[in-house]
């Protein structure tokens, strides 16, 4: 098994967002060029709004004192550096006015709409890497050049990361279920596996065709010896480690697909539906 190969199915868990079903959705990810001009809208709109409320500062005060100016001049501008943008992107669940215009959302590393604190994160980082002389957003930009997903300084203090909504998201398809295995998965006591192991076998079986005969067999055999910690009693003899890891994952999502439908029909009758869903 070549190293490359084995590492890439190791570490690609940390990058995938998991579903409840355990399912990889690989979002896509805003690019450097795109979030810079998104950035590039926001500042614009950030500047105007700073000379307008200078302006306004300067007629609220003109006959007060220095200390008096100074103060509501520095309330003003931390209210448009990290109050606009945080009020923004809570308000919008993670779009700016630049996000608004280019198709891009902010959203948590799991994928989930960003809160509050997120935005507050952000913002507050934010006020640092970009507006701060010494670096006037060059953090930002190597910051996002070296990040697989883009992240910006703030991103990582807050766990989110930028996705573009004007391209499909991507899903690998589900396994089938192994006719002659159905009965044994139907009746075995399959546990919830870690999601970091459930995404490791629907890669593999995903690009199983692809992988030289020498590291596929002994891939197959390592990811069924993590499974089959998980499964009882264990499946019948004879059959390849391909089939029973199918027939695992097919089981599994089939149990929570079911479950997470009967949470939902608990909620809706409980609670109602989602005004904002």
């Known amino acids: 098994m070549s190293s490359s190969e084995q590492t890439g199915y190791r570490a690609y868990a940390s990058e995938d967002v998991v579903t409840g079903e355990g399912v990889a959705v690989e979002l896509p990810v805003a690019g450097t060029l795109v979030r810079a001009a998104s950035g590039l809208i926001d500042v614009v709109v950030t500047v105007v709004l700073l000379i307008a ?40 669940r993670g779009r700016t006015l630049g996000k608004l215009a280019l198709g891009l959302r902010t959203v948590r590393d799991d994928g989930g709409p960003i809160t509050v604190r997120h935005a507050l994160t952000r913002a507050l980082v934010g006020v640092v890497e970009l507006w701060t002389p010494p670096f006037l957003g060059v953090p930002a930009l190597v910051s996002s050049v070296v990040s697989a997903r883009s992240k910006r300084l703030g991103d990582y203090a807050a ?9 499909r998201m991507r899903l690998l398809p589900p396994p089938e279920m192994p006719p002659p295995l159905a009965a044994w998965a139907g009746a ?11 995404v490791a076998v629907r890669q593999f079986l995903a690009r199983s065709g692809s992988l030289t005969p020498a590291s596929r067999e002994p891939m197959a055999r390592e990811l069924l010896t993590d499974v089959l910690r998980f499964v009882a009693p264990a499946p019948p003899a004879g059959f390849h480690p391909e089939y029973v890891l199918s027939a695992v994952i097919a089981e599994r999502r089939r149990r929570d697909t079911e479950r997470l439908a009967r949470e939902d029909a608990l909620r809706r009758r409980v609670v109602g539906a989602d005004p904002l869903a």
């Open 159 to 167: 766990g989110t990361y930028v996705v573009t909504q004007r391209s």
């Open 53 to 92: 409320i200078g302006f306004g500062v300067g007629w609220l005060v003109a006959n007060a004192s220095t200390a008096v100016a100074t103060a509501l001049g520095l309330v003003a501008t931390v209210a448009v550096l990290v109050g606009f943008p945080t009020a923004i992107e809570t308000l919008t």
């Open 188 to 198: 075995a006591d399959v546990a919830a596996l870690p999601a970091g192991l459930t």
